[in-house]
T-cell receptor, first 112, second 118 residues
Framework: TQLLEQSPQFLSIQEGENLTVYCNSS?????LQWYRQEPGEGPVLLVT?????EVKKLKRLTFQFGDARKDSSLHITAAQPGDTGLYLC????????????FGTGTQLKVEL | GAVVSQHPSWVICKSGTSVKIECRSL??????MFWYRQFPKQSLMLMAT?????????EQGVEKDKFLINHASLTLSTLTVTSAHPEDSSFYIC??????????????FGSGTQLSVL
């Protein structure tokens, strides 16, 4: 079973602060995705990273895929209350037929 | 982008009854659909994978007789929670994977169904 551990599990910060969420595994993934989910809704895809060492930016969000494709990080600059939500990483197994393994999740709360 | 519709959004039922949840791909053919279960503030746990026209593959620990999955067409999969009990109360989410080349690496998620069993 492939496990994806996210840290921290919970994070409560003030508006304007920076933060980093980590997603770690001992398994190699063909690609890794980050999602954001709000209560009562399905997860929304933020980004997909495919190449080891890849860095992608989405406005104030920066995503990095580890060189060995076993881990990833999400960095948010100048967090805003609208960033509040559950952040999930999910790895696509090599040859896994689109089967995603979700990380343990990071609950982020950004306060004014 | 591709859209997956999940219905109902929420359902309340009495203990012992069965509940059916539908997952439809609206603008693409979904060769594979996945069903997840999620408890409050926790991650998604994969329950089963269903391929059109064949039996679903269940993850370890998921009772196939309890959670019946049907994927009779390329646009519809259903999850039936049979003889529901309060411990089955949870948020259930489906996702679909298309067979078009550009969709191969992407999954599209439904909006989820909150099940409350009294």
């Amino acid at each position: 079973t492939q496990l994806l551990e996210q840290s921290p599990q919970f994070l409560s910060i003030q508006e304007g602060e920076n933060l980093t969420v980590y997603c770690n595994s001992s398994s190699v993934f063909s690609s890794l995705q980050w999602y954001r989910q709000e209560p009562g809704e399905g997860p929304v895809l933020l980004v997909t990273v495919v190449t080891g060492g890849e860095v992608k930016k989405l406005k104030r969000l920066t995503f990095q895929f580890g060189d060995a494709r076993k881990d990833s990080s999400l960095h948010i600059t100048a967090a805003q209350p609208g960033d509040t939500g559950l952040y999930l990483c999910a790895g696509m197994a090599t040859g896994g037929g689109n089967k995603l393994t979700f990380g343990t999740g990071t609950q982020l709360k950004v306060e004014l | 982008g591709a859209v997956v519709s999940q219905h109902p959004s929420w359902v309340i039922c009495k203990s012992g009854t069965s509940v059916k949840i539908e997952c439809r791909s609206l603008d693409f053919q979904a060769t594979t659909m996945f069903w997840y279960r999620q408890f409050p503030k926790q991650s998604l746990m994969l329950m089963a994978t269903s391929n059109e026209g064949s039996k679903a593959t269940y993850e370890q620990g998921v009772e196939k007789d309890k959670f019946l999955i049907n994927h009779a067409s390329l646009t519809l999969s259903t999850l039936t929670v049979t003889s529901a009990h309060p411990e089955d109360s949870s948020f259930y989410i489906c996702s679909a994977s298309g067979n078009r080349l550009q969709l191969t690496e992407k999954l599209f998620f439904g909006s989820g169904t909150q099940l409350s069993v009294l």
